[in-house]
T-cell receptor
Framework: SQKIEQNSEALNIQEGKTATLTCNYTNYSPAYLQWYRQDPGRGPVFLLLIRENEKEKRKERLKVTFDTTLKQSLFHITASQPADSATYLCALDPRGNTGKLIFGQGTTLQVKP | KAGVTQTPRYLIKTRGQQVTLSCSPISGHRSVSWYQQTPGQGLQFLFEYFSETQRNKGNFPGRFSGRQFSNSRSEMNVSTLELGDSALYLC?????????????FGSGTQLSVL
């Protein structure tokens, strides 16, 4: 069956460290994968998109990798800050370029000062 | 530019009632998608509309329906409400075009069914 999985346990790290979140998928061949951030009581906010022909993408303190052989994406936040505390969701579009995204359950990140 | 606007923000209904939720997309966005978010199931796709036509549908019963108007605004309706329909309902819009895959979400409507 098709699945998209993220670390189900919350991730607690110290301010200034690098947070690494994992997204694994099975039985999909997505052309790209997206990462969103969600704060309590709010809708998800788009962060980064990485395409199948891209190994890595960066935006300020964020970095995403995409390994289509392992069927895995890693999301890194370097020099983490308490303001980075949120739930991070990965999502893929099975058919490409539609509004139908399949989301992982999300990983909650807590950055302690 | 204003973001995606959803109304109402909160709703309390009782079982058996019906409810209509509204979504105004970002100006110029013609695609509107709806998602249901619950603690147990996470974010699940309900349907997508583009140019007043439903383009994609998720695995939800027929009690869940939607529509889109000529100005791209969208509504979703849930009839014969059940306790399990309690959730955050999120609307998302996008430009719809090559390499424009990201979604812009509203803050959602929190529906409680008693």
């Amino acid at each position: 069956s098709q699945k998209i999985e993220q670390n189900s346990e919350a991730l607690n790290i110290q301010e200034g460290k690098t947070a690494t979140l994992t997204c694994n998928y099975t039985n999909y061949s997505p052309a790209y994968l997206q990462w969103y951030r969600q704060d309590p009581g709010r809708g998800p906010v788009f962060l980064l998109l990485i395409r199948e022909n891209e190994k890595e993408k960066r935006k300020e303190r964020l970095k995403v990798t995409f390994d289509t052989t392992l069927k895995q994406s890693l999301f890194h936040i370097t020099a983490s800050q308490p303001a980075d505390s949120a739930t991070y969701l990965c999502a893929l579009d099975p058919r490409g370029n539609t509004g139908k995204l399949i989301f992982g359950q999300g990983t909650t990140l807590q950055v302690k000062p | 530019k204003a973001g995606v606007t959803q109304t109402p923000r909160y709703l309390i209904k009782t079982r058996g009632q019906q409810v209509t939720l509204s979504c105004s997309p970002i100006s110029g966005h013609r695609s509107v998608s709806w998602y249901q978010q619950t603690p147990g199931q996470g974010l699940q796709f309900l349907f997508e509309y583009f140019s007043e036509t439903q383009r994609n549908k998720g695995n939800f019963p027929g009690r869940f329906s939607g529509r889109q108007f000529s100005n791209s605004r969208s509504e979703m309706n849930v009839s014969t409400l059940e306790l399990g329909d309690s959730a955050l309902y999120l609307c998302a819009s996008r430009v719809q075009g090559a390499r424009e895959e990201k979604l812009f979400f509203g803050s959602g409507t929190q529906l409680s069914v008693l």
